[in-house]
């Protein structure tokens, strides 16, 4: 009997390196399949969840109903006035080019004058 345990010891004294690493690898399997499992668990919660309270408030939605047309009142008289005065401005601008176009012909004229 004893010399049965002695050839046991000499064994897994032999092996020890492959055991290690064979628990090593186990316990890494081990934790990535837990951690896998419980991620998917939470994930499922989530989405069921979720699912569930999106159910409830599309149940449970409440309308209101807005009555805009004084805004849209209001956004029509802006823009017409908006637009009354854009149109005076554009009549001003175009008056002032006008007048720069004429003085600066008149520099021509005076330069080729003064040239002579």
């Known amino acids: ?12 004294k032999k092996n020890r390196k492959k055991i290690v690493k064979k ?23 989530g989405y069921s969840g979720y699912s569930k309270y999106e159910a409830y408030q599309e149940e449970n939605a409440v309308t209101t109903a807005i009555d805009l ?5 209001y956004e029509s008289s802006i823009t ?7 149109n005076d401005t554009t009549t001003d ?9 004429d003085d600066s012909s008149d ?5 080729s004058e003064d040239a002579e």
């Not at 017409?80 to 854009?86: A, I, K, R």
């Not at 601008?93 to 176009?101: I, W």
């Not at 520099?107 to 330069?111: F, K, R």
Request: overall charge negative; some cysteine.
């Open 80 to 86: 017409t006035v908006q637009s009354e005065d854009t």
């Open 107 to 111: 520099d021509t004229t005076e330069a």
């Open 69 to 73: 047309s004084a805004i849209t009142d």
């Open 1 to 12: 009997m004893s010399q049965e345990k002695v050839d046991q010891k000499k064994e897994l």
């Open 93 to 101: 601008d175009t008056n002032t080019e006008d007048s720069a176009t």
């Open 23 to 45: 628990n090593k690898r186990n316990a890494i399997i081990g934790t990535v399949c837990g951690v896998v499992v419980t991620l998917g668990i939470v994930g499922w919660l």
